[in-house]
């Protein structure tokens, strides 16, 4: 069975944004027929990359072929249009599917 992870990513000043990222994710992946989603939070300034993350160490290690990464939006995957293009490059290479909640999108 396809996994989906809802990626919540939040600098240590925005503790308010979790819950808005987790009702986004959500609400998308009722809609879309992805449930059940495992969160995994991680509080992590924005500029670090993604290689230097829970999204790089753990989250890009355990999806395989079919699963599904939700975040609220794109920003929450790196701090640079160059990074986010690198990370996503390799998850479609893997053939995780990368959806962007608040805009309803499937971006890989």
């Known amino acids: 069975m396809a996994k ?7 600098s240590p000043e925005e503790e ?13 992946a009722t809609k879309n027929q992805l449930e059940p989603v495992e969160y995994i939070k991680e509080e992590i300034a924005g500029y670090i990359g993604w290689r230097e ?10 999806l395989k072929e079919g699963d599904s990464l939700i975040v ?19 998850l479609s290479d ?3 599917n990368v959806y962007v909640a608040k805009t309803g999108i499937k971006i890989a």
Not at 72 to 90: K, Y
């Open 4 to 10: 989906t992870i809802g990626y919540i990513q939040i």
């Open 16 to 28: 308010l944004t979790e819950l808005i990222q987790k009702v986004a994710i959500a609400d998308f």
């Open 53 to 62: 993350r829970i999204l790089g160490q753990k989250i890009f290690a355990e």
């Open 72 to 90: 609220s939006e794109m920003g929450r995957l790196g701090n640079s249009s160059a990074e986010i293009n690198a990370f996503l490059t390799f």
């Open 94 to 96: 893997k053939g995780i």
